[in-house]
């Protein structure tokens, strides 16, 4: 991946525009637009809204609910609307209706198309059920049972040599059930390859009765040895250094069938640094739990030898980060073994984790603007699905329907897909770096700054702190940024739909880019260049778009729901010949909202 310019040219929004009907709604979840009903009144006072191409401003308080004007002006004008429900709090979503309307009436009634884009294929059916929604169970489900658990004090043993045989608890039960504590399952494996941070072990259910196996040795020591040189100094770098409770020295990487069974990539388990008289299924040492080969779905779906060859050090890397995350808060934080952090931040670490020891794989940096233009070279391929697929894939899955992200997943579990909080996390960190974190002289990958935000964010500081409450702190503690949740929102709200989004001499503000990735170039490219099954239209995001000078006379109207952080996005364009134009926020049923609404409105001029 070299930090070149993207391949292609970009649907900036006068090219969208072209020939365009009065709306084009793609790949939007909520309600199709309607007329609005005749005894609508919006209220009376409002706000002007005047930006310069290129600017933009957040709306707040009494601002962000009151009506908002688009005035006639001498040039045609574009802007991308991000709405925000500002709530940090767990909670389902919130009902609003965006209305739009004109002072004056037309004659012509406006003719309108409405598409949905198509969700990114699954890259595995039953991994990205885990990451869905098994995986937030999973972590539940160890809370509960190591609440009040006392950490390990530590057992020492030997350092592992290849051949040993090694015998792991397991937290999955005969039935392919998690009972995190109680289940009394073991998995005997054998040690296939030892570096000086991991040891990699077999389960030797994987082994045939030759004794042959999926996986070659030479195959297990290229897994480490790639893990030693990249993995474990960015790690370290980033998030720190995990403990060594049983003092040999080593990370298991368990590659098992168990993780097969609960339909996982791979998993930590904070249990698995209990101490086992309050945890008989502890191991009471440092296991990262790996997919393993199953190629006739004998414990689940089918895993082809490729896919675990594809995934596996990326996987190693992503549980590392949680296993250093857990036991910093733990040994060094001085907390209880279940203070890591609120999953959807845990979950963007791990995520960064993946990222930059990608980009430290192919001698690249943060900051570089990658559109992977050069992903068509083989080498190059490999590093993508090894370190970036999974990134953009979850990212991918949080644009395509972005007003129902559970940063706060509790809710309906039907419709809280966890995946796009996962997305979410990854890509805000991202921008929180890019955006904040942009001196402290050079670090292994990114800055210092960058090295040393996500270090405070894996402890959480002095208390531990989670979710949006460590993002404040971290940023003020590291970079002396003092920024509230809704104030990051309103920044971050509108970089998805604008980033690297092309427009003739209209510089956007900084803080509307990723200064890593080029968003819309590297989903272009990877559709391009063998995925599109993955992303079949490239970049997933492309809000709806709405010509204010052709409305019909009634207006109209988008009902939608927000869930606390997320987001709804709208494209609007009034040319010279456009009147008078006034939006408004109201509730379900199109009535005005009370000032206190946890609402905040950012609007960027694009053209």
Request: hydrophobic residues 40%; contains cysteine.
């Amino acid at each position: 991946m070299t930090p070149v310019r993207r391949t292609r040219a970009h649907r900036g929004p006068r090219a969208a525009l072209a020939g365009a009907a009065v709306l084009t709604v793609v790949g939007c979840e909520s309600a199709p637009l309607t007329s609005l009903p005749p005894d609508f009144a919006a209220p009376t006072s409002s706000t002007t809204l005047r930006l310069e191409p290129g600017a933009f401003t957040t709306l707040t308080g009494a601002q962000a609910v009151a009506p908002i004007d688009i005035a006639p002006a001498e040039e045609t004008q574009t802007f991308v609307v991000a709405i925000q429900n500002t709530s940090d709090r767990a909670g389902g979503g919130t009902p609003y209706r965006l209305n739009v309307r004109r002072e004056a009436q037309i004659s012509a009634s406006a003719s309108r198309s409405a598409r949905r884009a198509v969700a990114p294929k699954p890259l595995h059916p039953r991994l990205d059920a885990w990451a869905g929604r098994g995986e937030l169970d999973f972590r539940a489900d160890v809370r509960r049972q190591i609440d009040g658990a006392r950490a390990t004090s530590g057992r020492a043993r030997p350092a592992p040599v290849v051949g040993q045989i090694v015998e792991f608890r397991s937290p999955v039960t005969a039935e392919g059930e998690l009972d995190t504590c109680a289940s009394t399952e073991r998995v005997t494996g054998i040690v296939r390859a030892v570096t000086p941070s991991f040891a990699i072990v077999e389960d030797m259910a994987l082994v045939d009765s030759a004794g042959a196996s999926p996986l070659s040795a030479a195959d297990y020591a290229s897994f480490l040895s790639e893990a030693e040189e990249y993995t474990v100094p960015v790690s370290e770098a980033y998030f720190g250094s995990p403990p060594d409770v049983d003092r040999n020295g080593v990370v298991y990487a368990l590659v098992t069938l168990e993780v097969n069974r609960l339909g996982a990539a791979g998993f930590f388990t904070a249990s698995d640094l209990a101490a086992v008289e309050d945890c008989a299924a502890s191991n009471e040492g440092e296991v990262l739990w790996l997919i393993a080969p199953d190629p006739v779905g004998r414990h689940g779906s089918i895993i082809s030898i490729d896919l675990v060859k594809d995934r596996l050090v990326g996987v190693l890397t992503h549980e590392l980060q949680h296993l250093i995350h857990a036991g910093r808060r733990t040994f060094e934080g001085g907390g209880a073994l279940g203070a890591a952090d609120e999953p959807w931040l845990n979950e963007g670490l791990s995520h960064i984790a993946e990222e930059v020891t990608g980009l430290y794989v192919a001698g690249l940096r943060t900051g570089q603007n990658l559109s992977l233009s050069d992903l068509d070279d083989p080498v190059v391929n490999e590093r993508f699905r090894r370190y970036h697929l999974g990134d953009m894939s979850i990212v991918a899955n949080y644009l395509e329907s972005t007003t129902n992200v559970p940063l706060l997943p509790l809710g309906p579990t039907t419709r809280n897909d966890f995946s796009r909080a996962r997305g979410f996390g990854y890509l805000f960190l991202r921008w929180l770096a890019d955006r904040f974190a942009t001196g402290g002289g050079q670090g292994l990958v990114g800055t210092g700054d960058e090295e040393a935000l996500f270090r405070a964010l894996t402890l959480g500081g002095p208390g531990l702190l989670q979710s949006t409450a460590n993002v404040e702190a971290a940023l003020l503690s590291t970079l002396g940024a003092r920024r509230t949740w809704d104030q990051l929102l309103g920044e971050y709200a509108a970089v998805p739909a604008v980033d690297d989004f092309t427009e003739p001499q209209v510089p956007l503000a900084p803080a509307l880019q990723l200064s890593t990735w080029d968003l819309q170039g590297a989903y272009e490219n990877a559709r391009l260049n063998g995925f599109a099954a993955v992303f079949p239209n490239g970049f997933p995001l492309d809000p709806p778009l709405l010509n204010l000078g052709e409305l019909p006379a009634g207006g109209f109207a988008d009902s939608f729901e927000l869930y606390p952080s997320s987001v709804y996005y709208i494209r609007l364009e009034a040319s010279r010949e456009t009147p008078l134009t006034r939006l408004s926020i109201g509730d379900a049923t199109g009535d005005p909202i009370t000032s206190n609404a946890d609402l905040q409105i950012t609007i960027v001029r694009t053209f």
